[in-house]
């Protein structure tokens, strides 16, 4: 499969629709403008990869919005070297939108199918996050913490207080937070028992499940 001058128009103008719904990150609409969506998607949805929509991919799992994608890398605010944890790591993508943006990415995905074909596929694209990790996101990532950001790309009926607690302070945790509908909460470290938090409305995830090993 490959990226031609098609796929890159199309990519523009998906860039054009996130600015008009509202997205201004520049590195963050640089980083969508460059990502090939398309690779990431099964074949029978190629036409529709540069929709502003969710797709299937493997496993009954879904390849977010690029509209949610936008939403949640804008309030995790990455910087070059920023040491991010993402739950959910699903075909790839947000991943790969992490890596463009220079950060250290650490991702866990608890279906072993997902986990085993995006970690062959990512560095073919030349994205190498630092550490995929096949297990339950619920729990976070001890071994590597603290991290600047944590971006949670499921539905979760509640907060995972690993998740908090492996922030450092100043760092941000993107969170879906609800059982049918999620509003999209972001939570601040302030400092050592000490979190902001704000709302940002309702969004549609598949869920965050226990972990089943
Ligand atoms: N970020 C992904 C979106 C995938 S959808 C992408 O860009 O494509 C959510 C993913 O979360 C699914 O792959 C699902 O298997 C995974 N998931 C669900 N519960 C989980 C858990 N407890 N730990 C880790 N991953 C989980």
Known sequence: MKDTFKHKGLRQQLVNVLIDKGIKDEAVLKAI??????????S???DH???DKAFPIAADQTISQP???AFQTELLQVKKESKILEIGTGSGYQAAVLCE???KVYSIERQ??????????????????KKLIFGDGYKGLKEEAPFDGIIVTAGAPFVP???LSQLKVGGRLVIPVGDDVQVMTLFIRKGPKEFEKHEFGDF???PLLEDKN
């Open 101 to 103: 943006l220079g950060a």
């Open 44 to 46: 029978g949805f190629l």
């Open 33 to 42: 403008g460059n990502i090939p969506r398309h690779l990431f998607m099964d």
């Open 49 to 51: 990869a540069y929709q």
């Open 161 to 163: 207080k690993p998740l």
């Open 112 to 129: 072993q199918e997902l986990f085993k074909k995006t970690s062959k596929f990512l560095p073919k694209l030349g994205y190498r996050p």
């Open 67 to 69: 509209y949610t994608v």
């Open 204 to 206: 549609r995830f598949v």
